[in-house]
């Protein structure tokens, strides 16, 4: 189906079933004793349909025929995001949570709970029962009644501030500009001959910015390293070009040396957000996306495993000089043994515990009490999971918002929770069609380069959906990466429309020549 006007209603739909949604989470927060702000809807409605009217300029416009299952499937998911992010961060709970006041966040769970006591009995018990109730006993009226209706207010600081308004203008811009450039013969063809430069002039900021984040993030909001896809993805393609002829020709199933060194360069992207981020889920999706694009240049299996062999003999190598980061530890303890607590001897337990608690260590806290701390995040989203069942709690009935950063690693467990398994297969539905359009963009591009291009950004959009999702639902180890349109965020966002937008010229050019 590749039909503009039935794209067109799916738009229309998807924005009907969000105001809906919306709706529905502004009752459920009546229920709970608070009223949330209405601005950020009306900022994400304002986006939706920025979006839908790019779709059609780009119709009209800019003459597009190529595949619209991709815009689409990137709508459906960014749709479904906002509606989760606005549930979590209405919640006066979870925003005090964000900001660290324990205080705030017990006593908004009090003043929740209260309301909910006091719809209760106000559903279920007459007027005689409700005299019983509260006149029986002394002091038990005052908790029993409803708490004053809170009313969560945005100033205009916060509201143009956040990444949730800066971001998605800014993606939509990215979107058009990308789709605009390399829909272009000259740009693509300026781009390969100028990979390697691009690549060595990009590599030291990109490495400065790097250095200069906390725990893998710049100025509370950005992910540093989300740039350097479109970097990567552009250098690598253009080396393979101009070298994969001769790494064909190998011996003993090696490439060249004179070859190698372009392809090192690169690679030191895949491999420095690992060691200067401490970024395990990055180090994954650029090792893939390297792998992925390799294998079509090249279509040498027995180098991919040298080159696997290689990566591993890395690894060890980090592992034997200690410098593979604590949490990476966590995270694989986390994965096949959550309910249970390291031996307080493991050596990069004692390295976690130093790093939080200092020399002194932990005082009078149990060991598996400092445990259940680490591993909250993935207990909580996984209780989310299996209460949402197959319909959900249904929105702003659940509890998401007992998950630390719920709104970005975790958003999955949200949806799930409250949407239940059918709102987590409608966004896994849409990853996949948004991977099947991408497939089919990179079989009917014709020359090397674009093809390239064309499978890395599908690789990049798609693979790190599934690292998510499957840390999430504890099939992989927690990686700490963004679901791609879904999870809150300021330039992971924009990188990802950006992936939209290249896929889009991609196809254009394809459609063109054919």
């Not at 597009?64 to 479904?80: D, K, M």
């Not at 908004?108 to 709970?113: E, F, Q, S, V």
């Not at 991408?438 to 009917?444: E, P």
Request: proline residues 5%.
């Amino acid at each position: 189906m590749n039909k503009p006007s039935a794209h067109l209603l799916i738009h229309l739909l998807v924005i009907a079933a969000s105001i809906c949604g919306y709706g529905a989470i502004y009752l459920s927060s009546l229920s709970r004793g608070y009223a949330p702000s209405l601005w950020p809807v009306a900022r994400n409605l304002v986006v939706l349909m920025g979006l839908s009217v790019v779709f059609v300029v780009l119709i009209r416009g800019a003459r597009y025929r190529g595949n619209l299952t991709i815009f689409t499937a990137a709508f459906l998911l960014f749709a479904v995001g906002s509606v989760a992010q606005y549930r979590l961060f209405s919640d006066p709970e979870y925003v005090a949570r964000l900001a660290g006041r324990q205080d705030l966040v017990t006593a908004h769970r009090k003043a929740k709970i209260r309301a909910w006591r006091a719809l209760a009995i106000e559903a279920a018990y007459d007027e005689a029962k409700r005299d019983i109730l509260t006149g029986s006993s002394p002091g038990i009226g005052s908790d029993v009644s409803a708490p004053p209706l809170m009313r969560t207010t945005v100033t205009a600081q916060e509201f143009f501030s956040s990444a949730s308004t800066y971001a998605p203008p800014l993606a939509v811009l990215a979107l058009v500009v990308s789709f605009l450039a390399l829909r272009r013969e000259s740009v693509l063809s300026w781009l390969q001959r100028h990979s390697v430069t691009l690549a060595v002039a990009a590599f030291i900021p990109l490495l400065i910015v790097a250095g200069l984040a906390r725990s893998g993030k710049l100025l509370e909001e950005t992910t540093p390293w989300e740039v350097g896809k479109i970097i990567f993805l552009i250098s690598l393609a253009g080396i393979l070009v101009d070298t994969y002829s001769v790494i064909r020709v190998t011996q003993w199933n090696l490439p060249p040396a004179r070859s190698v060194l372009p392809l090192v360069v690169v690679t030191a992207f895949a491999i420095l957000p690992f060691f200067v981020l401490s970024d395990f889920g990055q180090l994954m999706v650029f090792l893939t996306v390297y792998f992925t694009l390799y294998l079509i240049a090249v279509g040498r299996r027995a180098q991919i495993v040298h080159g696997v062999i290689l990566a591993l003999a890395i690894g060890l190598l980090a592992y034997a000089v200690g410098k593979i980061p604590p949490r990476v530890f966590v995270r694989w303890h986390l994965w096949h043994s959550t309910w249970q607590a390291p031996d307080p001897q493991t050596e990069w337990w004692q390295r976690v515990l130093a790093q939080r608690f200092g020399p002194s260590g932990p005082g009078k806290i149990s060991n598996d009490e400092l445990w259940r701390d680490q591993a909250l995040q993935l207990m909580q989203g996984l209780f989310g999971l299996t209460e949402g069942g197959l319909i959900g709690t249904g929105l702003g009935l659940g509890m998401p918002e007992t998950v630390p950063v719920s709104e970005s690693d975790f958003i999955y467990a949200a949806i799930a929770e409250e949407m239940g398994w059918i709102g987590g297969v409608l966004v896994v539905g849409a990853l996949l069609l948004l991977g099947l359009a991408g497939i089919t963009i990179t079989l009917s591009v014709t020359d090397m380069f674009t093809r390239l291009i064309a499978a890395g950004a599908t690789c990049f959009l798609v693979f790190q959906a599934l690292v998510n999702i499957g840390g999430v639902i504890k099939l992989l180890p927690m990686t700490g990466i963004t679901l791609p349109f879904v999870s809150h965020g300021g330039w992971s966002l924009v990188t990802s429309f950006a992936l939209i937008g290249v896929l889009m010229a991609l196809s254009q050019r394809a459609r063109q020549r054919a």
